[in-house]
């Protein structure tokens, strides 16, 4: 990761110097990539804070040794 960070930062940092002179913030195009980037990363942490709060209650001896309490709980999250 250390790696990955390593050459990606100094790369998308060119990246945004190079196309800074020809980039129209207002342009429609970049409103709809900026609101759709947004999107995605509202959906991540929805996301992570979910499976946060739903760790803790499979972690709960109670949920761990019932078994038909165990599978009714994977149920209702896989739909």
């Not at 900026?34 to 709960?60: H, P, Q, R």
Request: negative net charge; without cysteine.
């Amino acid at each position: 990761m250390v790696l990955f960070f390593a050459l990606t930062t100094p790369l998308g940092i060119g990246i945004g110097i190079g196309i800074s002179n020809t980039y129209n913030e207002n342009s429609p195009t970049a409103l709809v990539v900026e609101g759709m980037l947004n999107a995605a990363s509202a959906g991540i942490l929805i996301y992570m804070a979910l499976v946060d709060l739903l760790a803790a209650d499979f972690m709960n001896p109670k949920l761990q040794n019932n078994g038909k309490v165990g599978a009714s709980a994977d149920f209702v999250i896989i739909i």
